[in-house]
């Protein structure tokens, strides 16, 4: 299955960054850092977000099927999104890529914890979302 | 030269989210809709990447440090804390409201839709004022 290649992609990337870096590959940490002052090593980050960035324009090119939008959701509704995902994230320490992925590598507990309750409440929040929209 | 692996990193990164369906809200929004037509795609990329990863993972640590840093900077903490817990609820909700994650928000952005740089632009304040309570919280001046 595809999503298991993308997957793999997605595992050699943050075993790079482990072997030569010797850093965590989570998005929302990676970020949170860039917006902290006190922080003296946003070079590395910096760079990691303007790959994500290089990769998009590529799969805009090679893949344009992967940039489909189809949601019933409102402008208002990715800035509420935005705002719950920032905040979360930060307090929560991760994001499906710090704890969903790199934190149950290491079969760390408290990624593991977290990963199974942000699927619970994304899954209460979809629910939700269904009830009041009608779809997704 | 740190940058460089940053750069490659963050590249493969976003080309592995996007073949695999998830800068796409309606992938995701489809895995937590258990009760609707589910989506199996999201545990694909989980299972993927973490069979990858928890093999290498386990390979890369036999050295004494990375190939380009004195030491590997791996989080320590091990406390099952309320921050912890609801700090993925709030995630959570955020994540199934709109389907996007950080990661597939940033690449997503490149496709030049609104929807994506809104997302983005709030999860930035969202970050900033957890950093700001956090300041006040546990650096009290």
Redesign the interface.
Known sequence: MQSIFGGALIGIAVSIMLLFNGRVTGISGIVGGILNPNALDRNWRIFFILGLFLGGLSLKYLAPSSMILESLATPNDYILAGLLVGFGTIMGNGCTSGHGVCGISRFSKRSIISTLTFILSGIVSVQLFKLLRGGL | ??????????????????????????IV??F?????QWD???????????????I??RI?LK?K?????T?????V????DK?????????????????????P???????G????L??????????????LL?ARIFKPS
């Open positions: 030269m740190k940058a460089a692996i940053s750069l490659l990193t963050g590249f493969i990164f976003a080309i592995g989210l996007g073949i695999s369906g998830m800068t796409q809200p309606h929004k489809g937590l809709d258990i009760f609707g199996p795609r999201l545990m694909g990329v989980m299972i993927g990447a973490i069979l990858v990863h928890g290498a993972y890369i050295r440090s990375p190939v380009l840093d030491r590997f900077h791996i989080p903490e091990s406390s099952i921050r912890l817990i609801f700090g993925a609820v709030i995630f959570g909700l955020g994540w199934g409201w709109a389907g996007i994650c950080p990661g928000g940033i690449v997503a952005m490149t496709s839709r609104p929807e994506f809104y997302f983005i632009l709030s999860m930035l304040v969202g970050m900033k004022v957890f950093q956090e």
